[in-house]
């Protein structure tokens, strides 16, 4: 009898913790995006991707005041490139080597740690990053540097499943933080350096079984497919996809950049356009199927992948009410597009541009001569690393503002002809630095109206910042520099109010901003650190 | 049975273990003569080590190459130097790159490197010692001894060819290696700094002066900053050290090759 009863007792329980324990977030939350300012719950802050938070508790009034409150140590090597997500006044971080722990958002006390082993012979390209998690219900979703997708139980970090996405052995990788869109979780796959065939992927939350895959890389054959040679050069053709998407619920469209063709330098191995390598791709969320595409860099050879983040957003241009999609490209351009048809409203240089004198009214980028790389080398501004690249920007629907990282390069290119051998980096080509150029990087705020740049902070010369933004609705903007500087700008002049050295600089993101017991942190990662700042608590 | 497959296991083990060292790659580079490996060799050797070797391998800020060859250096310590780095020096390991890549490069640098070295050292080397303690020890160290404003000459003989020795010597602003270009800070309070700068961000300045003060300034304490575009290394022009002493001086640093700091 004792026992019966302690067994009902013990079911009422956990039917109240499941009432009153950690929320279990829905496709609705998702929608809603930034509307409850305790969450963070995708990569981009919301499906538009702005990276803007509603809060305004730290203004640029007294963002001077900003203070740590605590720093966790990850106690591992690299550096974090990672969008932490924050629900119920936990942090859910991904780090560096297949890590991930769980936060307290409060103290940056663990609560648990997951880590998974990385197989002796994995080699990517630029390090085993991790752009953080996806949410639904109380499971993440996490991408692994060997190319698997986990879900993980949001309480405990203990696995629910750990499928294979594609074999990592044939030199893919996957960084990318998932997108959820409804019940899928979608993904997609690094590697392009190492000759492969890119695609995007779409996977049951639930079960873990795939629903979709678009190839980014299009088949002889297929629409696209004449874009590449005959022959099998596309199965090596690159279009990574190692920065997350942005969705429109209205369209029922997720838009994607994809990454630089394969090999990155050599033109001889690829003579064509190479869809869909280095273009926007509009896809329907429940099939995979392509809406529409753009391509920015059409038969890209300077390693310019389209990897940045698509913002999304209503904007009224030339007295029209617009559906638009803004992108800072790594080619040096900035771009509005109508994100209903694809097509080019604008597109202007946000940095300086040497390969191509502008883009012309067809969408295509006008070609200058002299930039195709070869034995000899040329020389093209900006490098390889481009005028922006996979540090997010952010936008402020008040001041209708686009805050970027820019910077300013130029590299020569060299290209060349290489045999392919699975497993080996396969690039066709390298660069190098002239020996007089001095890079510099910067804050930029453009008018995505005129394309025109209204404000700029330069950051030291000869570095160049990694870092990406965040708006808040009180106008400020946050960013950091080469040299390990979080700062603090007004949003509208661009005057530096506030900084922070952290020790390493800031890499994908300027950090997140969240609400827990009525005090707004600034949570900042670099190296292998997370630092929340606040404003002093008044006693 | 389970006895019977640990012994196997534990045998093979040992079999494979005896099979180390493994073999250095370059014993048999099959790109040697190769006019395609060669192209590719020299477009990793333009990317990888024209910057500090030059691009004809007659050494810049590196030591020449052609003379290395000369020299009878084997492609199986071109692999390991190559593979390695040179600790110490400003040459990097290629660690993450695969055999083939070095290979190549091996097989342009023997293609190019079969010209014999185009200056020989020599020259008067106690008088090298004596130029170098009256010109250059005030700034310079070497194994411990010496001034600390330039840069650690310990090891200068094997990361500098002769011919960038004479150009650094002759025209030290020509090319200044980083945390030691020239900068000049007058503080609010009127104090007058000059000295290299060590490292900088936005904010922030950190100077060694010319009397071997390492100190930080905050940029907003400063009324002027002037990042100067000469070095702090006088120019040592004919007029002031002739070609014969020249010659002595560039044969005394070629000598410096490491020291033993064991304390032994």
Known sequence: MRAFLTIILCSVSVALAAQTGTPLITSQDLLDGLKDPTRWLTYGGDYNSQRHSPLTQVTPENVNQLTAQWTFQTGTTGSFQTTPLVVDGVLYVTGYNNNAWAVDARSGRQIWRYRREIPEDWKGCCGAVNRGFGVLGDRLFMTTIDAHLVALDMRTGGVLYDVEIIDYKAGYSATVAPLVVKDKVIVGVA???????????????????????FYTVAKPGEPGGNTWPRGDAYLRGGGSIWVTGSYDPQQNLVFYGTGNP??????????????????????????????????????????????????????????QPRKVLM?????????????????????????????????????????????????????????????????????NPATRL???????????????????????????????????????????????????LKWEFRYTLGNTSSSGVLSTASGLVFAGDGEGNIMAFDGRT????????????IRSTAGTTYMVDGRQYLLVPSGGALTAFALPQRP | MTRIALLFLALNALLQAQETPAKNPAANNPHLGNP???????????????????????????????????GGATDERLFNTIRKGVPGTEMPPMTGDPDDDILMIIAYLRKIGTVPPSDSPGGNMDNGARLFTAQCASCHRVAGKGGRIGPDLTRIGISRSRSALLRE????????????????????????????????DVFSIQVMDTRERIQGYLKSDLKELVYEKTSLMPAFPASRLNDSDLNDLIGYLGTLRGADLTGK
């Open chain 1, 191 to 213: 590697g392009a350096e190492y000759g492969i065939r890119g695609f995007i992927d779409a996977y049951d939350a639930q079960t873990g079984k795939r629903a979709w895959r």
């Open chain 1, 402 to 452: 686009f805050y970027v990282t820019a910077r300013e390069t130029c590299a020569t290119f060299y290209g060349y002809e290489q045999t392919f051998k699975q497993g080996q980096q396969y690039t066709g080509g390298a660069t190098t630095r002239p020996r007089d150029q001095k890079n510099f990087g910067a804050l930029r705020a453009i008018d995505p109206v005129t394309a025109q």
């Open chain 1, 262 to 319: 394969g090999p990155d330098y050599y033109s001889g191995a690829r003579e064509g356009d190479n869809l869909y390598t280095a273009s926007l791709v509009a896809l329907n969320a429940d099939t995979g199927e392509l809406a529409w595409h753009y391509q920015f860099t059409p038969h890209d050879v300077h390693d310019w992948d389209s990897t940045q983040v698509p913002i999304l957003a209503d904007l009224t241009i030339g007295g």
């Open chain 2, 169 to 200: 010597i002759r025209t030290p602003s020509e090319w200044i290696p980083p945390a030691f270009e020239t900068v000049s800070l007058v503080t609010k309070d009127g104090q007058r700094i000059r000295g290299i700068k060590k490292n900088e």
């Open chain 1, 494 to 505: 661009g005057k530096n109010l506030w900084h922070y050295q952290l020790g390493v600089p």
């Open chain 2, 36 to 70: 395609q490996s060669i192209r590719s060799g020299m477009a990793l050797y333009r990317t990888r080590c024209a910057d500090c070797h030059g691009l004809d391998a007659g050494g810049y800020r590196g030591p020449d190459l052609t003379a290395v060859l000369a």
């Open chain 1, 327 to 395: 992108f800072a490209n790594r080619n040096g351009f900035f771009y509005v597009l109508d994100r209903v048809t694809g097509k080019v409203i604008i597109a202007k240089p946000f940095v300086e541009t040497t390969w191509a004198k502008e883009i012309g009214a067809d969408g295509r980028p006008v070609i200058l001569p002299g930039h195709l790389p070869d034995e000899d080398g040329e020389k093209t501004c900006p490098d390889l690393g481009g005028g922006t690249n996979f540090f997010s920007p952010a936008f």
